[in-house]
């Protein structure tokens, strides 16, 4: 699906991604984790676009994707969210989601004017699916109040209804479950495991809580300063000494020494 | 209780309640004299000015909201959308044809917004757009527009020369103040310009077609959306060099139709538009930078503090305070000195409400 090769990113002198390389499975749920500065983030930014990459090469099946522009990669169905959410603050949440699909009727500037029932049919259609989101993820109750004033973890499930509203291939989340509540948190599961059983979108996330990324991703992958650590299970990046070193910390390996001597 | 007890003590005498009538009278026809003159002086002229300056500051705003910079080019590309309408008004007139009682410029302007159209997107194509892609600070698009602007300018002035040139024809008047005193019998006339109130009514309309499309059409929408969060546009698919030009073709017919509208309602001098930039700006940012309703606000508020501040009150005065017979003009500002009044109200609105009246981005 995804293969990155020998990526870099400097800032100057200091090397924020530091020769990456990884693939990711089609239809998987790949975690990301690692300790603050490990360079996730800015792998997603990479990948996704949002800044060119020092050297390296990104690939979509099989496709050089290096430094296209985000909204290709829309096109291309890779897309991506925000460790911020980010939203439309002066739009209302439906009006946030009847925006994604790209290339609507409406865009062209003569159909706005002489189009005008071919646009209306299309954003019927478009609002339809708004609303499908919107019940999907609960959050139906909110279609016309401004996305600015929604919660934390509220816009966080806009971001995920964005991705939602077009048939995306790989989602890229950067911590979607940052700040969110425990009941929040598992709607969020929810979603994102009923899209890829029942969409096959594929998804990589950025996590820090691990019983999130235990119980949704395979594999992991753990990242610390700029490279790759470890790759595998949840259970054998728990296990792996280099991921407890720099990440999981001694903390949890006692305690789940303990945990093991006591069963 | 009787009716005599109710009237009040000052109304007992019969002559003295005739002569309290009469002068009441003559202080309401004096208070009408006053208003007309100031009507006529000072609304009128301000109400028509703040509608160039609202379309002249709604462009300014829209470049500064989408593209994220100030356009400093944007008074010359109004002189450059007038001058293009203004030889397509000749070429009309030569031909012969005339839409009386309307000015013929009327007619060239839509030709005159599709030449404008094509120079602004030449320039972003040969100019903009490598900066953009260099993903360059609003600073140096600043000093880039700068450039562009003294290219147009000597464009402009290339073509058209650097005279004076007048292009409005049709009815001049809707009401002259003669035909207005003989209708009202007050000593003071109001005249109506037929091209002030084309200038509102064309800017009315202009506005309305404007919002609808920012909040009703797809495309208005996307345009809203980079405007307000350009990743997250980028990320939802939206093309930006798509909403870069259309940015551009609206930006040039707003900027065409405020330099015909003040090149009809005043004249057309080349140099004037440059000089225009400067209240267009404080328009623009009085209001709130990037917000389209603070703009209209703001060109108003501009227009009406100019007027009003470099009108000379003599008269209005001699109506209100007949006793008052005052040396000067009554006047706080000549009017060489109008520019100030648009640098004060800058001054004072970036010093105490930064990001404008109606809350656009802090600059």
Known sequence: MIRVEGLHKHFGGFHAVDGVTLKIAPGSITGLIGPNGAGKTTLFNLIAGTLPPTSGHVFMNGEDITGLPPHDLFHKGLLRTFQIAHEFASMSVRENLMLVPGHQQGERIWNTWIGRRRIAAEEEGIRKKADEVMEFLTIDHLKDERAGNLSGGQKKLLELGRTMMVDAQIVFLDEVGAGVNRTLLRTIGDAIQRLNRERSYTFCMIEHDMDFIGRLCDPVICMAEGKVLAEGTIEQIKANDHVIEAYLGTGLKNRMIKETSSE | ?363
């Open chain 2, 1 to 363: 209780m009787s009716v005599a007890d109710r009237t009040p003590p000052w109304t007992s005498s019969g002559t003295c309640r005739i002569g309290f009538r009469l002068s009441r009278l003559e202080d309401g026809l004096d208070f009408l004299n006053a208003f007309v003159a100031f009507a006529n002086f000072v609304m009128l002229p301000a109400v028509a000015y703040g509608s160039q300056l609202a379309l002249g500051a709604l462009g300014v705003t829209m470049i500064y909201g989408i593209l994220r910079f100030s356009n400093f080019a944007h008074g010359d590309t109004m002189a450059f959308g007038a001058m293009a309408t203004i030889l397509g008004t000749w070429w009309l007139q030569a031909m012969g044809v005339s839409l009386d009682p309307f000015p013929t410029a009327l007619l060239a302007l839509p030709a005159g917004i599709a030449a404008t159209a094509v120079f602004v997107l030449i320039t972003d194509r040969l100019v903009y757009r490598f900066y953009r892609e260099q993903k360059s600070a609003p600073v140096i698009l600043v000093i880039v527009s700068m450039g562009v602007m003294f290219v147009t300018n000597g464009l402009v002035r290339f073509v058209i020369g650097v005279d004076e040139q007048r292009f409005a024809d049709g009815a001049r008047f809707i009401i002259t103040a003669r035909e207005f005193k003989e209708l009202t019998g007050l000593k003071e006339g109001l005249a109506i310009k037929s091209t002030a109130m084309l200038t509102v009514v064309v800017a009315i309309i202009v506005v309305a077609i404007l919002f609808w499309f920012l909040n009703r059409t797809r495309t208005g929408k996307s345009m809203r959306a980079f405007s307000d969060n350009e990743d997250l546009a980028l990320l939802s698919g939206i093309n930006p060099e798509r909403v870069v030009m259309f940015t551009w073709i609206m930006v040039a017919a707003l900027a065409t139709v405020a330099g015909v509208l003040y090149g009809l309602d005043k004249s057309f001098k080349p140099f004037n538009y440059f000089q225009l930039l400067l209240p267009i700006f404080a328009s623009a940012i009085v209001g709130g930078l990037g917000n389209p309703i603070g703009a209209i606000a703001g060109g108003f508020v501009i227009a009406f503090s100019e007027v009003t501040i470099t009108y000379a009150f003599k008269k209005v005065a001699g109506y209100l305070i007949p006793a008052w017979e005052p040396q000067g003009l009554v006047q706080l500002l000549s009017t060489d000195y109008k520019f100030a009044v648009s640098f004060g109200i800058l001054i004072v609105v970036l010093l105490f409400r930064p990001t404008g009246l109606f809350r656009g981005k802090a600059l």
